[in-house]
């Protein structure tokens, strides 16, 4: 049964001091369970610091949230991200991030050697999915990071590889992922829906352009190729592309009046209409089988829990369900049809995640969905002050790379961001992170391990 906010927040008071209060320190409490150490899996949501290298480092970033300590100027400001604050609630070493490196543009700083760090536990990296290992940013995708997104089936494996292959049982494990592979499967599904919208556009237009002409199948191979060159050059416009195509229309023996705006503009608002029914025919047509992608991967993670951490003899497992991406300022601008599929994506890998764990006594599944929603749309019994307007600086001026990635006490926005929600589109700031702390250790005040 969901609980209401100020009931949540109520019982999160009670772990209050173990999590540090304010966010300034850390505390200790009386605890049933005794951990040995923190082991943890997932993306940028749980990242120390994998990509605190090279020019990214040099910036004063490292983790995606407000980077450094800036308790002096607010004791919110603590740098700290959820699994930091765990451990020191159970005072556990800091975290450190068990791989570094980049693999990207090498004339940007973003070419750093891959080290594997001994005896550090934290496998979670920006940008890393469940299974599959291109996530965003990395090399693959064209990102000049080149961020190095190791899945979370393969951190398991890199972890027990250095473990004897088994957990010692008296270890914390914390898991969360997911967001990721919404993420890459709507860039996938809008750039199929775009390149769909621009070859109907195309054709449309050619073929329109093309009919006056004396010889209309030689002038649709000329005005395709000026309108597929365009296409293709640095700096393009739709209105240079539409352009080249009329010009290459009008110079066809016959088809000189297709020059003309009045002539022509109908044919560009046709073609418009044709890729726009195009674009969204694809969008239509594929959505359900992103969905499907995330019941896949809530699959994926779930059994990679069961058989590859518990079965391994992990005893005390944490596993965070996704946040509300819905409510995130990146979803802001979505369309009515792109934040349904998103809810729907999202909604999907947590009930596929949550009924597949449901049985497991060795698992704290924790609702973080429901948290980041109630956080969302009833900020105030939280302390929030802002939950829509990112706390960093995310011009190109600013922030080079345009993320939490390397935003810090130098490029925050102007006032007081303390206590906002998100540090950019996506990402939490610390004072969101340490709530995330209280209400995990609710969770686990629950299961007995308190």
Not at 71 to 99: D, H, I, R, Y
Not at 280 to 299: C, E, H, I, Q, R
């Given at each position: 049964m ?17 999590c ?14 005794k ?7 997932g993306?940028?949501l749980s ?5 605190a290298?090279?020019?990214v480092?040099?910036?004063?970033g490292?983790?995606?949230g407000?980077?450094?300590?800036l308790?002096?100027?607010?004791p919110?400001l ?30 940007k ?9 001994a005896g550090c ?21 064209g ?7 190791v899945p ?23 898991v ?7 993420f ?13 919208g ?42 240079s ?11 066809q023996p016959g088809?000189?009046?297709v020059?003309a705006?009045?002539v ?13 029914k ?7 047509a ?21 058989t ?7 005893n ?30 999202v909604?999907?890998?947590n ?6 764990l ?20 009833n900020?105030?019994p ?8 990112p ?8 922030n ?8 810090n006490?130098g ?5 007081d ?5 998100f ?23 629950q299961?007995g391990?308190?």
């Amino acid at each position: 049964m969901r609980q209401h906010h100020f009931a949540i927040a109520l019982i999160a008071a009670a772990a209050l001091t173990a999590c540090g209060g304010d966010g300034s320190s850390g505390g200790n409490q009386t605890q049933k369970t005794k951990f040995s150490a923190q082991v943890v899996f997932g993306d940028s949501l749980s990242d120390v610091g994998s990509y605190a290298v090279g020019t990214v480092k040099a910036l004063g970033g490292g983790k995606f949230g407000i980077n450094g300590d800036l308790t002096t100027v607010n004791p919110a400001l603590t740098g700290k991200n959820w699994t930091e604050l765990m451990a020191t609630q159970f005072s556990l070493p800091a975290p450190c991030a068990a791989q570094t490196g980049l693999e990207g543009d090498s004339t940007k700083g973003f070419a750093v050697p891959i080290v594997f760090h001994a005896g550090c536990t934290n496998y979670a990296q920006g940008g890393s999915r469940v299974t599959n290992p291109v996530g965003p940013s990395h090399k693959l995708t064209g990102s000049p990071l080149g961020a190095l997104t190791v899945p979370v089936a393969t951190q398991i494996q890199n972890h027990l590889s250095v473990s004897s292959g088994k957990f010692s049982g008296t270890e914390l494990v914390l898991v969360m992922a997911g967001a990721n592979d919404v993420f890459m499967q709507l860039g996938g599904l809008s750039a199929g829906a775009t390149a769909a919208g621009s070859a109907s556009f195309g054709t449309t237009l050619v073929g329109s352009l093309a009919a006056g002409a004396t010889n209309p199948q030689t002038a649709a191979q000329a005005i395709g190729l000026a309108l597929k060159t365009e296409s293709a050059r640095p700096g393009r416009t739709d209105a240079s592309v539409i352009a080249a195509a009329v010009g290459a229309a009008a110079i066809q023996p016959g088809n000189s009046a297709v020059g003309a705006p009045a002539v022509y503009g109908p044919m560009v608002a046709s073609a418009q209409a044709a890729g726009a029914k195009a674009g969204a025919a694809y969008f239509a047509a594929t959505s359900p089988s992103l969905v499907a992608a995330m019941a896949t991967a809530a699959t994926e993670l779930t059994a990679l829990v069961k058989t590859r951490i518990i079965a391994n003899g992990a005893n005390y497992v944490v596993v965070n369900n996704m946040p509300d991406i819905g409510t995130t300022p990146s979803s802001a601008g979505y369309d009515a049809a792109t934040l349904a599929l998103v809810n729907a994506m999202v909604k999907t890998f947590n009930d596929t995640l949550g009924t597949g764990l449901a049985s497991e006594p060795k698992v704290a599944y924790v609702d973080a969905f429901w948290a980041s929603h109630d956080q969302a749309t009833n900020p105030a019994p939280y302390g929030l002050t802002n939950v829509t307007t990112p706390a960093c600086d995310l011009s190109a001026a600013k922030n080079p790379l345009g993320s939490s990635l390397v935003c810090n006490g130098g490029n925050l926005i102007a006032g007081d961001v303390s206590r906002y929600a998100f540090a950019d589109s996506v990402h939490p700031t610390p004072f969101v992170h340490l709530l995330l702390a209280r209400y995990v250790s609710k969770y686990m005040l629950q299961k007995g391990w308190l």
